[in-house]
Each structure stands twice: as structure tokens, then as C-alpha cells.
Nanobody, 120 residues
Framework: QVQLVESGGGLVQPGGSLRLSCAAS????????MDWSRQAPGRQRELVAH???????NYADSVKGRFTISRDNAKNTVYLQMNSLRPEDTAVYRC??????????????WGQGTQVTVSS
């Protein structure tokens, strides 16, 4: 019953910025953790950024200092601000939200993915 809607992807020049958003909707009692991961053709999925229920964040080494994950609890939304983008950041980005439904059931939902292409 929990659904995610991702947006914000697109084509950007190297050095540019994009802001991804992932909004969760449905019967949500609480959200415990949110993640952004990415996968390019021929590559393994990589966890890009993670934010805990307490607000702690972690980033892949490849994006540290360039990407920022944040959340808006009132809107059940997680964001990924991506700055200083490089061609190697090109991938399908997907969010993952884990929490508890209104009926006290754990949910683990993935978004449909949004394409980010960094190219001159």
C-alpha cells in the first residue's frame, strides 16, 4: 500500500547539479530509514546515501562532499542534492524507504527509478 514517487532526474552538464526527490504515500505510521542507490549498465548497485531515523547520514566515498541526503518528515519525502556532477555519476537512481504501516507492519519499498545522465 505504500508507494514511492521519484522525480528530479534528467540530463545535466558535468559540474552541474540536480535534486532528486522521493515522496512516500499510503498508510504510513513511521519511516525508519531512507536510502538512495544507483546502478549503471554493467555495474553493481551502489548505495549512494543513507539517512537514519535519528537523522544520521552516510555516503559512498565516491559522492562524499558532493551529495547531500535530507528528509522532510512532514511530507514523507527524502531528497538527494547532487552537486559537482561527473559523468561517472550517470545511473538510474532509486530510493528505498523502510518503515511501519498504519497497521504496524514493516514495509520496505523501492521507487521506480529516475535516470540521471551527466554529459557534455
Amino acid at each position: 500500500q505504500v508507494q514511492l514517487v521519484e522525480s528530479g532526474g534528467g540530463l545535466v552538464q558535468p559540474g552541474g547539479s540536480l535534486r532528486l526527490s522521493c515522496a512516500a504515500s499510503g498508510s504510513i505510521f513511521s519511516i525508519n530509514a531512507m536510502d538512495w542507490s544507483r546502478q549503471a549498465p554493467g555495474r553493481q548497485r551502489e548505495l549512494v546515501a543513507h539517512i537514519t531515523s535519528g537523522g544520521s547520514t552516510n555516503y559512498a566515498d565516491s559522492v562524499k562532499g558532493r551529495f547531500t541526503i535530507s528528509r522532510d518528515n512532514a511530507k514523507n519525502t527524502v531528497y538527494l542534492q547532487m552537486n559537482s556532477l561527473r559523468p561517472e555519476d550517470t545511473a538510474v537512481y532509486r530510493c528505498n524507504v523502510v518503515g511501519l504501516t498504519g497497521s504496524a507492519r514493516r514495509f520496505d519499498v523501492w521507487g521506480q527509478g529516475t535516470q540521471v545522465t551527466v554529459s557534455s
